[in-house]
C-alpha cells in the first residue's frame, strides 16, 4: 500500500491571514491568537476546505517562519513534526526538537564565532541615517537563531534602504527576508529550503513518498523546489511575481516557451 502523501505547507498568508488582512465574517474559522489568546488570524471559507482537505489526504508538516511558541498558538494539530523559526527549528513527531538538527545548527552557529550577537548593532548602525528601528535576537533550544529589525514608525516602510549599508561580512554569512516594516536577518544555515531537505533525507531518504508544497511568499520558494508538486495561493505574492515575471518574458521574446 502507497504511504499517503507528503506536504509541507507554509501557515500565514497560505492557510489563514490575521483579522487585519481579511475583516472576518460568521463564515471565517479562528485559526490562531495573540500572545494574550485574543483571535488574530482567520481562515476563509475556502482555506478551510483546502485546510480539511490536507490533513484528510496527506500527513501535513507545516514549514513556517513562526517560532515554537507560535505555532503553539495555532488550531492546528500536526502529527508528522514541523518546521518552525524560518527553518532554524525542525520538531519531531511529539512535536519536540530533532537533536540531529539542533546539533548542526550549534555546529555552523559556532563556525561563525561572535558575529550573531553583532547583528542587532549592526541593524542599528546600518539604520543611522535613515529611521529609527529596535532590533532583538531571536533565540531557541539555547541558541541564537538570527536578528530582526522592527520600524518604530510604520510609515513610510525604509527597511529596505538599510540592506546596502551593512558590513560585507555579514552579507558574506547572511540573507535578509522582508515582510514590510519586518526585517530579518538570517544565516545562510537557517532556512526552510535546509530544513525541508535535513527533513526528507531523515524520513524519505530514497524519495518513495509524493511530496507537494504551498507557500505564498518569495522566500518559500526554496522550499517549494524540494516538492514533486508546489502550489501558491491566488494574489499571493509568489502568484504574482510568477504572473509579472511571464509577462516581462513574453514581452522580451514575443513568445511563451523556449526554443
Known sequence: MN????????????????????????????????????????????????????FQSADVVPVTARSVNGLKRVDLSFQHGAICTHGGTVLDAGLQPDQDWLALQKRDAAALGGLLQDLPQALQQAAQQIGAIRTQLVEENGRIVYAYAKQ?????????????????????????????????????YVSKQKAVEFYLNKHDPQRERAVLGWGDSLSDAGFLTCCDW??????????????????????????????
Open 3 to 54: 504511504p499517503k502523501p507528503l506536504i509541507f505547507v507554509d501557515l500565514d498568508d497560505t492557510l489563514f491571514q490575521t483579522h487585519r488582512k481579511q475583516a472576518p465574517t460568521a463564515q471565517h474559522k479562528i485559526a490562531t491568537v495573540d500572545k494574550t489568546g485574543q483571535p488574530l488570524s482567520y481562515m476563509h471559507p475556502k482555506q478551510q476546505v483546502l485546510t480539511n482537505w490536507l
Open 230 to 259: 508546489f502550489g501558491m495561493p491566488k494574489n499571493s505574492q509568489l502568484d504574482k511575481f510568477l504572473a509579472q515575471s511571464l509577462m516581462q518574458d513574453h514581452h522580451q521574446k514575443g513568445f511563451l516557451g523556449h526554443v
Open 152 to 188: 518604530e514608525a510604520p510609515e513610510p516602510l525604509f527597511l529596505s534602504q538599510l540592506v546596502p549599508h551593512l558590513p560585507a561580512e555579514i552579507m558574506q554569512h547572511c540573507y535578509v527576508h522582508l515582510n514590510g516594516n519586518n526585517l530579518a536577518l538570517i544565516p545562510h
